[in-house]
């Protein structure tokens, strides 16, 4: 049996004692780096890596799951920011997470290969589940998140987050979602969107939960109504996101982003504030060690010109090259939240500024489960849409990862794993047209030239 025959049972509608039926392929294909590799970039400055040389695509051995994981017939994947790190071998390889997870159990042990197969989204249809599962069959329609947990673990009751063993799947685990099948614990599925494609409905768990728990959850900046947020990278994964849930819980975002190409797309999803930062040139660092106030408050100045006061909450990630100028730019008594150092993670900032003015740095990774169901339910909703720019085949895996490495590319990139083509997998059109196909598409549309 092949994945081939278990796509033309999905696609024409087979029901799910026939999906639980049908045999596992073998071996399935999937887009992974290699163990033997890992030291391939040694001597390489970052932005000299290329991922299209260390993310292969071929066919890995079906693993066996355990009583609480499920099999899944992944439809559409994404690109994740965690799947560039892992093709360019930086902070530091995966395999060093694979290793460790191979030891802390039997079922662990799978996951410890010369292989690491990518990915931390996926669109998908259930296949089998393991007989501890109680509220997933076959048949299914979910989506998948990558808070990937031992909850026989006292520490993942609480915020599952604060878990001693809390993982992303797909990075700091093995068989992600950049592949034809995939397994993953039962609770980590969700209902898919029914108004949404495979790949629209793929790229939001990752990027939109974690932004999510950044600004909406109980964990991290808690976002009140009317509350001026600032947010870095405001077109990018988190950032798209992160836009949407300002407007949609009443607060006003204060958009940065690096051309007038993305300024037209922040205006286009209703953010009026936009703060373009290579046209206004700002130079935080005046050399390797040395930061630049001046800097700092000429940005401070161009969010008051446009918001009349300073941000309540600044949604940082950028890191090295922009910690400095959030910290001075929060309000008295506002909030830096943070999620990540993509410009380098050694921060510096005024201390003065954050004591004196009462200000706190609150640290925010990815979102517990209940906090990625009620992400998954606002898109279910129609309230927030996916922000996918641009779609790509699973052979084309590299070059998605290459133009997310290189920031050239708005919002998300889906990626076709199963799903032949784009735009299959909408089971509520009715629901669609209600939403409106000008929203769900406003990413796509733009990256076309069309707005
Ligand atoms: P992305 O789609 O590449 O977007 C990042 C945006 O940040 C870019 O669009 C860019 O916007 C802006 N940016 C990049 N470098 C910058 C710099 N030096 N200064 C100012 N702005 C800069 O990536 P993403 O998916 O949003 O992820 C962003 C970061 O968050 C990554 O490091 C990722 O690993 C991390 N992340 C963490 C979690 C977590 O759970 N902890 C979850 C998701 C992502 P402009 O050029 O238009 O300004």
Same mark, same amino acid.
Request: proline fraction near 0%.
């Given at each position: 049996m092949s994945m081939q025959n278990i796509l033309e049972a999905i696609q024409s509608g087979a029901a799910g004692d026939d999906i639980a039926n049908l045999p596992l392929p073998e071996s399935f294909r999937a887009a992974y780096v290699l163990r033997e590799e890992q =030291?391939?970039? /040694? +001597?390489? /400055?970052s932005e000299d890596k290329d991922p299209r040389k260390s993310l292969h695509v071929g066919e890995v051995a079906t693993p066996e799951i355990a009583p609480d994981e499920v099999y899944i017939a992944v439809m559409a994947s994404s690109i994740n920011f965690n799947t560039v790190w892992t093709s360019i071998f930086e902070p530091l390889s995966t395999f060093n997470f694979l290793d460790r997870l191979g030891k802390e159990s039997a079922w662990g042990a799978r996951h410890r290969q010369d292989f690491h197969v990518v990915g931390s989204d996926a669109s998908a249809v259930v296949l089998r589940v393991g007989s501890a599962v109680r509220n997933w069959k076959p048949g299914d329609h979910v989506t998948v998140h990558c808070n990937y947990l031992d909850d026989q673990d006292p520490s993942a009751h609480d915020d599952s987050m604060l878990a001693a063993n809390q993982r992303i799947w797909g990075f700091e685990s093995n068989y992600g979602g950049l592949a034809d099948l995939s397994i993953v614990k039962a609770n980590q599925l969700m209902p898919k969107p029914a108004h949404l494609s495979w790949e629209e409905a793929a790229v939001n768990a990752l990027c939109a939960s974690t932004s999510y728990r950044m600004l909406v959850g109980n964990h991290a900046a808690r976002m009140k109504q009317g509350d001026n947020v600032f947010i870095w990278g405001a077109t990018g994964g988190i950032g798209a996101y992160g836009v949407q849930l300002v407007l949609n819980g009443g607060g006003t975002p204060v958009g940065v982003v690096s051309s007038e190409h993305r300024v037209k797309l922040l205006e286009a999803m209703g953010c009026e504030h936009a703060i373009d930062r290579r046209a206004e040139n700002y130079q935080f660092w005046s050399d390797e060690h040395t930061q630049d106030e001046s800097e700092w408050r000429r940005l401070g100045k161009k969010v008051r010109s446009l918001i009349g006061d300073d941000p309540d909450i600044v949604f940082e990630h950028p890191g090295r090259s922009t910690m400095g100028a959030s910290v001075f730019i929060a309000k008295r008594g506002g909030t830096v939240v943070t999620c990540a150092a993509t410009s380098g993670y050694m921060l510096e900032f005024d201390n003065r500024h954050l004591w004196m003015k009462l200000k706190r740095i609150v640290s925010s990774h990815f979102a517990n489960y209940q906090e990625a169901w009620n992400m998954n339910q606002l898109i279910g909703q129609g309230r927030i849409q996916p922000v996918m720019s641009e779609v790509f085949t699973l052979d084309q895996v590299g070059e998605a990862a290459l133009k997310v490495h290189k920031n050239q590319a708005e919002g998300k990139l889906g990626v076709l794993c199963l799903a032949p =083509? /784009? +735009?299959? +997998?909408?089971?509520?059109p009715e629901r669609r047209a209600e939403i409106g196909e000008d929203k769900i598409t406003l990413f796509a549309r733009h990256a076309r030239g069309e707005l």
């Open positions: =030291e391939m970039w /040694a +001597g390489y /400055a =083509e /784009a +735009g299959q +997998g909408i089971t509520n």
